[in-house]
């Protein structure tokens, strides 16, 4: 009835090849070592690279242990392992986008307040030199002689 | 520090007066004076939002103090920077209008007026005078802000169950309640509308005092079609979440 999908059911699995999985063992490695280095160079904070770690450990694993991907696979109901992997990859990779965009939020905020927190303590100088702003009629300093600076 | 609202005994109440000011040399040293003249117990600050031009020694030379922003940060967070400040330095009200000459500063003193004698805890300048229509003499807003305005209108009128009319004015008075929550909440964003939002949701008595506003004297509106819808958008992004944010004056009770 559907020939298509009779056939395409036929076709064995697709599995990693033996180079591939040497290959990214290869990248895993050299992705951590590279995470080494970037810490050592205090261009990366550990705390932002915890989560690069445990993703080239997870390459690293996947690469070691092929039949996880399989596993993987088959609970995705996806025959080629290939595949499965790249959903898996562009998944994680979604999550640490947005968590990047969390972060960045949170580090807005706080870059806003500090601006916000030097703005006022500026005026706050001016306010105290008695250098404008104040209503004239009332002056709650003794009017000091601070030159106005303009 | 100053006593608070309800500490004092007798004594003139403490006002502060802010302008935000994003490039406006050209004009704020005019509102300045006009609010001097008009208000001559406020004090006065002028929060520089990170301008390129001589805004903030325009501002001194008028006479007001400044705070100066190291960047651009938006109106959002150029208005909180007022709000902080009057918190802070102790202020009873606090009131704010914009650098472009559009406010006349005898309406915002009228605003004042409203929150000194305890009617309203927020109250917003309506460049609307007659509720429902949407020109006056002396204000004629563009299309797209007049689609704009009807929309908010609605949105917002849904959200907090209050009628408004000008979602979007940059003319307000506040008392110690209000400073107290925007200092700490208020959206960098969409300022404008969430904090209308907010104060209503924290129970707070919102007013919509109607006021007579000029065509802008300096610079031009930042609206155009593409932005406006863009504006619009956000903006009713900001009132859906902003309904479901937990009230921090429910938290306070549980």
Not at chain 2, 27 to 34: D, L, M, N, R
């Amino acid at each position: 009835m559907n020939l298509w999908l009779a056939v395409a059911s036929d076709k064995p699995a697709v599995h990693l090849t033996a180079q591939t999985r040497i290959i990214a063992a290869v990248i895993a490695l050299g992705f951590m070592g590279m995470i080494l280095e970037l810490i050592r160079r205090n261009s990366l904070q550990e705390r932002y690279s915890i989560v690069w770690f445990v993703a080239g450990l997870a390459m690293l694993v996947g690469a070691a242990f092929p039949g996880l991907l399989t596993f993987a696979a088959d609970v995705m109901g996806v025959r080629d392992t290939n595949v499965a992997l790249f959903s898996i990859i562009l998944l994680l990779l979604l999550g640490l986008a947005l968590n990047f965009s969390v972060i960045m939020s949170r580090q807005a905020a706080q870059i806003t307040r500090l601006a916000q927190e030097r703005a006022i303590e500026k005026a706050r100088e001016q306010a105290a030199t008695g250098n404008g702003g104040s209503a004239p009629a009332r002056t709650e300093e003794p009017p000091t002689q601070a030159p106005r600076r303009h | 520090m100053a006593p608070d609202l309800h500490g004092r005994i007798g004594g003139v109440m403490r006002i502060l007066v802010f302008i935000p000011a994003w490039n406006e040399e050209g004009t704020v040293g005019e509102v300045i004076a006009g609010v001097r003249e008009r208000l001559p117990d406020a004090d006065i600050l002028v929060v520089d939002d990170g301008s390129t031009d001589r805004t903030a020694v325009a501002a001194r030379k008028a006479g007001a103090l400044v705070a100066s922003l190291p960047f651009n940060q938006g109106l959002g967070a150029a208005l909180q920077t007022g709000y902080l400040y009057a918190l802070r330095q102790g202020y009873d009200l606090c009131a704010h209008l914009d650098a472009d000459g559009q406010h006349p500063p005898a309406e915002v003193a009228r605003l004042i007026d409203e929150v000194r004698a305890d009617r309203a805890d927020l109250v917003i300048g309506s460049r609307y005078r007659d509720p429902g229509q949407a020109e006056s003499d002396d204000y004629q807003p563009t299309f797209s802000r007049r689609i704009g305005t009807s929309v908010f209108r609605f949105f917002l009128t849904l959200a907090t169950r209050q009628r408004f009319t000008d979602t979007t004015s940059g003319m307000r008075a506040a008392n110690r309640r209000v400073m107290e929550l925007f200092s700490v909440n208020y959206s960098p964003d969409f300022a404008e509308i969430e904090s209308l939002q907010l104060a209503v949701r924290e129970g707070l008595r919102v007013e919509e005092v109607p006021v007579r506003m000029l065509e802008r004297v300096g610079g031009s509106s930042f609206l155009t079609p593409l932005r406006s819808a863009f504006f619009i958008f956000k903006g009713l992004i900001v009132l859906l979440v902003g309904q479901f944010r937990p009230s921090r004056s429910a938290e306070a009770e549980r």
